[in-house]
């Protein structure tokens, strides 16, 4: 939702700013713009609806605009529709302050009227605007001062970039509930939404904290606390290669994304694996902690949901705990039963999704203990958890989760093995199979991912589908939650995912001649059975179904369906991590056939900061 971007130092900042932004496009892509001051030319500020490209068109790549200290902005419409006008930077009215922001003033409606009565017109209709007109209401020569009584202000979630004509050698950046990176190179700086942004010039990095503020210049960084006490903050040093977050020859990150899965499980599985055993070392939860714990709420948004809504049926079985899953959206107002006793389990990608990020702060409100799964690194859910397990998936740009799903799903299993040990509520030969199985998974993934013409064989004929449904049932159905998801982002194609038993309450109505059904049935016994009759139900009006199923059941299914796309047999538990290949490579070749932008699909952002 929105990147935002600053450089200062001895180096024309167009350019950099436009390279910057490039890397966060994935964080909203309907605008954007950048603010530029030399001595010279004074505060040039370009902006333009539609991708960067059109803005860096503009500017000639940043060659036409000159100047050493700027921000840049990358937007996710949220006030105000895509255009130019309400591109960012903001420029306040005397042309003294611009700013770039992500996030969202809640109460800009009442700044704005307060503005309004002393006198200030309004070009945008962004919430945004109103920041920089306050720092020129309040600006009278000092920069913090005026940026620290705009913050006490406003309210929301926030992070700015703020340059000012009067202080060139200055560049501002605030946070609260909105991520900001500061990276620290040699006689110049960079303020950013994510690393990924600043790692081509630099790997020092530091993360600001809620209610800090920084100073940038080309020679250093100070950090402020809300009392503007200096704070010293710890460096990081980044230690992945800028080529993670780039296509790698792959047409799409996406398709990329999907092919290193295997690498990515592995990364976040064996390592964690000691002499058969799964080693969670760095997290503080111990024996009688879990035995104490009376629930697991399971917070997040998404895909990181439909993780969840695996994990349910895992740790449930293993733990014999009750297990909720919760929307994050949803649990902050549904007045959750949340005591000491409950684990929170908050799983999250980006680790700055608000939703997730305000749901994790009202369970720990309430009493929880907070175990995160998170994949970036410093990010504001890790931080604030009591214990973070990461997904080593590295840096996941298509905005379409894939890898970072997989690994998610990994530290699942992990964590429902750790607990269940820690418990007693798992035989050792049960454990010992698990353990193996989980180990293989890579391989099996890989396996999928060589067979994938197949699936792009299928994607072919079933392209131009107007509807899909995926049916399952336990973790089948919710693999195929995930599966649904991926289609309709991508390819546009309306789709929805229903226990297999739940289809004859009322939506099995919509089926009818060539209706494509997607059926997952890859748990033996009674479920695989019960599926195939649900299968049956929907053949018998008129739909077309698309099979997948395990290796030990594809006869089975083969008398039933239409197609069939088999994948390898693991233990049951394990067999989401491998049915969702299929399910990624089909949205991804449909989207593909039907020529959707399947990187940055429409009204999408990766990460979503705003409410
Ligand atoms: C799925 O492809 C999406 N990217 C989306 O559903 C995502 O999983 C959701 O927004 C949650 O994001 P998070 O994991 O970064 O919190």
Not at 484 to 497: C, G, V
């Amino acid at each position: 939702m929105c990147g935002i971007v600053g450089y200062i130092g001895h180096s024309e900042a167009a350019p950099i700013l436009l390279d910057s932004l490039s890397r966060l496009e994935y964080r909203g892509y309907d605008s954007a713009g950048i603010a530029v001051y030399a001595q010279e030319t004074g505060l040039a500020v370009f902006k333009a609806k539609g991708r960067l490209k059109v803005l860096s068109d503009l500017v000639d790549g940043g060659k036409a605009v000159h100047g050493t200290v700027g921000v840049g902005h990358t937007r996710w419409a949220t006030h105000g529709a895509p255009s130019d006008v309400n591109s960012h930077p903001h420029v306040s009215a005397d042309g003294r302050f611009a700013v770039v922001h992500n996030g969202i003033i809640e109460n800009y409606v009442e700044i704005r009227e307060f503005l309004a009565e002393h006198g200030v017109q309004f070009v945008s209709q962004t919430d945004t605007e109103v920041v920089a007109h306050l720092l020129e209401y309040y600006y009278e020569d000092d920069m913090l001062q005026a940026v620290t009584k705009v913050l006490h202000r406003v309210n929301g979630a926030y992070a700015f970039g703020i340059v000012s004509t009067d202080h060139p050698d200055q560049l501002i950046a605030v946070r609260k509930d909105s991520p900001l990176v500061l990276g620290y190179g040699k006689d110049f700086n960079l303020l950013a939404s994510d690393v990924t942004a600043v790692i081509k010039y630099t790997r020092e990095v530091s993360y600001l904290e809620d209610g800090e503020i920084a100073v940038l210049s080309p020679d250093g960084v100070t950090v402020y606390d809300s009392l503007l006490r200096t704070v010293q903050k710890p460096r990081h040093t980044v230690d992945w290669e800028v080529s993670a977050a780039e296509k790698g020859g792959y047409e799409h990150f996406m398709a990329k994304e999907i092919m290193e899965q295997p690498k990515a499980f592995r990364d976040t599985v064996f390592p964690r694996i000691t002499d058969g055993r799964v080693v969670l070392d760095n997290i503080t939860l111990d024996r009688d902690d879990v035995r104490d714990m009376d629930k697991i709420y399971i917070i997040a948004c998404g895909s990181s949901y439909h993780v969840g809504v695996v994990a349910k049926y895992l740790l449930e079985k293993l733990l014999r705990k009750p297990v909720e899953v919760a929307l994050a959206s949803e649990f902050r107002y549904s007045d959750p039963i949340v005591t000491p006793r409950t684990l929170a389990l908050v799983i999250s990608q980006s680790g700055e999704t608000i939703d997730t990020l305000a749901a994790m702060r009202e369970a720990k409100r309430l009493g929880a203990r907070i175990l995160a799964i998170v994949n970036v690194v410093g990010s504001t859910i890790a931080r604030e958890a009591d214990d973070v397990i990461y997904t080593w998936a590295g840096p996941e740009i298509a905005v379409a989760t894939t890898k970072a799903y997989s690994t998610q799903l990994a530290v699942i299993d992990l964590i429902a093995l750790y607990l269940a040990d820690l418990l007693g509520t798992i035989d050792k030969a049960e454990y010992d199979a698990i353990v193996a199985e989980l180990l293989l998974v890579p391989e099996k993934m890989e396996q999928i991912l060589a067979a994938r013409e197949t699936i792009q064989y299928y994607a072919s004929i079933y392209f131009n589908h107007a509807s899909v449904f995926f049916i399952g049932r336990n973790v089948d159905y919710a693999a195929g939650l995930e599966g649904s998801l991926k289609l309709k982002e991508i390819s546009y194609i309306h789709s929805e995912a229903y226990a297999a038993g739940e289809l004859k309450h009322g939506t099995i109505s919509l089926i009818e001649d060539g209706t494509l059904v997607i059926a997952l049935a890859s748990q033996a016994g009674v479920l695989f059975e019960k599926t195939m009759s649900n299968v049956v139900e929907v053949k018998s009006r008129g739909a077309d179904v698309l099979g997948i199923t395990s290796a030990a059941l594809e006869r089975g299914m083969c008398k039933t369906v239409d197609s069939v796309l088999t994948v390898p047999d693991t233990h049951p538990f394990l067999q989401p991590s491998l049915n969702v290949l299929p399910l990624q490579l089909f949205a991804y070749y449909v989207s593909l056939q039907r020529g959707c932008d399947i990187d940055k699909p429409r009204n999408l952002a990766k990460s979503v900061t705003v409410e």
